[in-house]
């Protein structure tokens, strides 16, 4: 029996929610079970900043991936796999608000202001926020041409998230460096449409 692209796009969709839903159960379940190690904090700030760089980098992947297999309904999961960015980043600075400066927003705004990759990080974050909320069909129809530059701002967003998590690192950089090589290929194979948004044609 042959399934419609309907058919495969809502299966696919369940698939992505499961897969990005559960890991976040089971983590936040291991942090108040205390089976995060001896760093629990770190753990779980870590994991969700990741979470939200590898749902990026299958954001972007999602385009020529569609082309390569010729499956163009794997394009209506973008929208789904950009929220997901967007809700792991938001957990990403959450946690980072609540476990670790334990709600100091004084603090928080001192660390923004003093820590480079945190500035470069909060960028990133409020960009992406931008991305969520246009994202809308609402505010897609009314934004007509502008949503698409707008929306091009991901490419940004993945140099920005990439920077960020290599200046976090203090030691062992093989783990943002391989990110860092992911995100260049990816955006290589946008070569192209990536020349014309900066040439504002």
Same mark, same amino acid.
């Given at each position: 029996? &042959?399934? =419609?692209?309907?058919?495969?796009?809502? @299966?696919? &969709?369940?698939?992505?929610?499961?897969?990005?839903?559960?890991?976040?159960?089971?983590?936040?379940?291991? $942090?108040?079970?205390? +089976?995060?190690?001896?760093?629990?904090?770190? $753990?779980?700030?870590?994991?969700?900043?990741?979470?939200?760089?590898?749902?990026?980098?299958?954001?972007?992947?999602?385009?020529?991936?569609?082309?390569?297999?010729? +499956?163009?309904?794997?394009?209506?999961? *973008?929208? @789904?796999?950009?929220?997901?960015?967007?809700?792991?980043?938001?957990?990403?600075?959450? =946690?980072?608000?609540?476990?670790?400066?334990?709600?100091?927003?004084?603090?928080?705004?001192?660390? /923004?202001?003093? *820590?480079?990759?945190?500035?470069?990080?909060?960028?990133?974050?409020?960009?992406?926020?931008?991305?969520?909320?246009?994202?809308?069909?609402?505010?897609? *129809?009314?934004?007509?041409?502008?949503?698409?530059?707008?929306? =091009?701002? =991901?490419?940004?967003?993945?140099?920005?998230?990439?920077?960020?998590?290599?200046?976090?690192?203090?030691?062992?950089?093989?783990?943002?460096?391989?990110?860092?090589?992911?995100?260049? /290929?990816?955006?290589?194979? *946008?070569? +192209?449409?990536? +020349?014309?948004?900066?040439?504002?044609?």
């Amino acid at each position: 029996m &042959k399934i =419609n692209q309907k058919t495969k796009t809502l @299966l696919l &969709k369940i698939v992505i929610h499961l897969a990005a839903l559960l890991p976040i159960i089971n983590l936040y379940n291991n $942090a108040f079970t205390d +089976q995060l190690g001896a760093d629990p904090v770190k $753990a779980v700030i870590h994991y969700t900043g990741i979470g939200a760089f590898n749902l990026l980098l299958i954001t972007l992947l999602v385009s020529p991936l569609a082309k390569w297999l010729k +499956q163009g309904f794997l394009m209506n999961t *973008r929208r @789904l796999l950009g929220l997901y960015a967007f809700t792991y980043a938001l957990l990403h600075l959450v =946690n980072f608000i609540v476990f670790d400066l334990q709600f100091d927003f004084s603090l928080l705004f001192s660390e /923004i202001i003093k *820590r480079p990759y945190i500035t470069i990080g909060m960028v990133a974050f409020v960009l992406l926020t931008l991305l969520a909320i246009t994202s809308l069909s609402s505010l897609k *129809r009314k934004l007509g041409k502008r949503w698409q530059k707008i929306h =091009n701002l =991901n490419y940004l967003i993945l140099l920005l998230v990439g920077v960020h998590f290599y200046w976090s690192v203090k030691s062992e950089l093989s783990e943002p460096i391989l990110y860092f090589a992911m995100s260049f /290929i990816l955006l290589a194979l *946008r070569k +192209q449409k990536i +020349q014309t948004w900066f040439s504002f044609k």
